[in-house]
Nanobody
Framework: VQLQASGGGLVQVGESLRLSCAITGNIFTGNVMGWYRQASGKQRELVAIIIGAGTTRYADSVKGRFAISTNNAKNTVYLQMNRLKPEDTAVYYC?????WGQGTLVTVSS
């Protein structure tokens, strides 16, 4: 199983980014998939998860701004991030069961 995250970058406050995580291996369907983030000097925290048929959960800090989704045909999970804030700056990791992507850096500049 491999997870390949992409889509991070440097943006200004209020702008948007979409992260992608392509998952190889026969575990995409029926599992909980999530995005986590870790800011410098802080612990890794949950950002969003998507469960089975599409139930989603979000950290309070991103509710209403971020959206997690999947494309089953492409075995890919996305994180659409809107109205980005400086406190969203972190390395973002995708996760499925015990597997993690390599992380993609998001930097929000004020």
């Amino acid at each position: 199983v491999q997870l390949q995250a992409s889509g991070g970058g440097l943006v200004q406050v209020g702008e948007s980014l979409r992260l992608s995580c392509a998952i190889t291996g026969n575990i995409f369907t029926g599992n909980v998939m999530g995005w986590y983030r870790q800011a410098s000097g802080k612990q890794r925290e949950l950002v969003a998860i998507i469960i089975g048929a599409g139930t989603t959960r979000y950290a309070d800090s991103v509710k209403g701004r971020f959206a997690i989704s999947t494309n089953n045909a492409k075995n890919t999970v996305y994180l659409q991030m809107n109205r980005l804030k400086p406190e969203d700056t972190a390395v973002y990791y995708c996760n499925i069961r015990t597997w993690w992507g390599q992380g993609t850096l998001v930097t929000v500049s004020s």
